[in-house]
């Protein structure tokens, strides 16, 4: 099933171990949703942001009761015994909620250890214009060679243009791979490795940098809030 959108963050719940992932992977959590769920992520990420997701529709939950039984005890509504029915089955219902909280906290704790075992590949630090050449060609991209004028580029599903020599030195980085089974002048999909995933991912970009998405309006409190 492929991953759920991003939702403006906003609308978003705040999970407890938000600081800890982005201490450990260099990027706020709505860049890591966004290459999410552009398919930018290596596998381990990958696995990081869809934990990630789990726990916060779960911390979702609990926020939902506790305000739930906040509410009951306001004084708003009759002291009888369908309002201690109610507190009891509320009580109850956030139990459980907590339970599935602290299963999925523990869930994103397991899928963080290799992230933070793992050295950057290589130990080099790529250039900004080898992330920006990664990211144009993780949406999507093929090497053409022109019929008439001979000249070879990468054309990008976004529109952007890389030279092939900018190819040729990612390629022999191991960063992306081509598939030479289609001829050049009909277009050879290009598409980034397993190295050139973890590599993108391991640049730690900082906010500034990253893609963000609209801010949206606050969430409502009438029932629990999906951040899928």
């Known amino acids: 099933m492929p991953p759920a959108p991003v939702l403006p963050a906003a609308l978003r719940t705040i999970s407890p171990l938000d600081h800890h992932i982005e201490a450990a992977t260099g990027?706020?959590?709505?860049?890591?949703?966004?290459?999410?769920?552009?398919?930018?992520?290596d596998e381990p990420h990958a696995r990081l942001v869809d934990r990630h997701r789990e726990l916060v529709t779960a911390q979702t939950g609990v926020t939902f009761y506790l305000r739930l039984l906040n509410r009951l005890s306001?004084?708003?509504?009759?002291?009888?015994?369908?309002?201690?029915t109610r507190i009891?089955?509320?009580?109850?219902?956030?139990?459980?909620?907590?339970?599935?909280?602290?299963?999925?906290?523990?869930?994103?704790r397991a899928a963080l250890?290799?992230?933070e075992a793992a050295a950057a590949p290589d130990g080099k630090?790529?250039?900004?214009?080898?992330?920006?050449a990664l990211l144009a060609i993780a949406g999507?991209?093929?090497?053409?060679e022109h019929l008439l004028t001979g000249r070879v580029s990468v054309t990008t599903a976004s529109g952007t243009r890389i030279p092939h020599a900018e190819l040729l030195r990612l390629e022999d980085a191991g960063l992306v791979v081509r598939d030479t089974g289609h001829p050049v002048h009909a277009g050879?999909?290009?598409?980034?490795?397993?190295?050139?995933?973890?590599?993108?991912?391991?640049?730690g970009r900082t906010p500034s940098q990253a893609p963000k998405v609209p801010a949206g309006p606050g969430t409502s409190t009438s029932a629990p809030a999906q951040r899928r």
């Open 27 to 41: 990027h706020d959590i709505d860049t890591l949703w966004a290459y999410r769920d552009r398919g930018v992520l």
């Open 74 to 84: 306001s004084g708003e509504f009759d002291v009888d015994d369908a309002l201690f």
């Open 88 to 108: 009891d089955r509320t009580v109850e219902q956030l139990a459980e909620a907590a339970d599935t909280r602290d299963a999925a906290a523990r869930a994103v």
């Open 113 to 115: 250890e290799p992230i």
């Open 125 to 132: 630090q790529l250039s900004t214009d080898d992330q920006a």
């Open 140 to 144: 999507g991209a093929k090497l053409y």
């Open 188 to 203: 050879q999909p290009v598409a980034l490795t397993d190295t050139g995933r973890a590599a993108l991912v391991s640049a």
